[in-house]
Nanobody
Framework: QVQLVASGGGLVQPGGSLRLSCAVS????????VGWFRQAPGKEREGVSC????????YYKESVKGRFTISRDNIKNTVYLQMNSLKPEDTGVYYC????????????????????WGKGTLVTVSS
């Protein structure tokens, strides 16, 4: 059974850090393009960061460049999103996803037909 379980969200003050994790079961993460997405209240879901299966190609939304880092541990079958210098506009529900064939750009552009989505974890940046 395929599962993607995101965790690590919470309430953090502006300037703080959080590390999100997405634990995958049911398939081997190393063959998949992976990504993190977020949906703020009243807004559409958007791609935050995506990484190719070999980790050679990554994409970051412009507003998170230099602050967020995507990584994976193929032994633990887990994807991470390290988020530093958090801002109130980073608030939202964060989702992880994986696809066998998508390029990094296609994934972060939210192309239809994503193989797997995880349930989200809420990140709230507020003082």
């Amino acid at each position: 059974q395929v599962q993607l379980v995101a965790s690590g969200g919470g309430l953090v003050q502006p300037g703080g850090s959080l590390r999100l994790s997405c634990a995958v079961s049911g398939f081997s993460l190393g063959y998949y393009t992976v990504g993190w997405f977020r949906q703020a209240p009243g807004k559409e879901r958007e791609g935050v960061s995506c990484s190719s299966s070999d980790d050679r190609t990554t994409y970051y939304k412009e507003s998170v460049k230099g602050r967020f880092t995507i990584s994976r541990d193929n032994i633990k079958n887990t994807v991470y999103l390290q988020m530093n210098s958090l801002k109130p506009e980073d608030t939202g529900v964060y989702y992880c996803a994986a696809d066998r064939l998508f390029t990094v750009q296609a994934m972060c552009d939210l192309s239809p037909g994503m193989d797997y989505w995880g349930k989200g974890t809420l990140v709230t940046v507020s003082s």
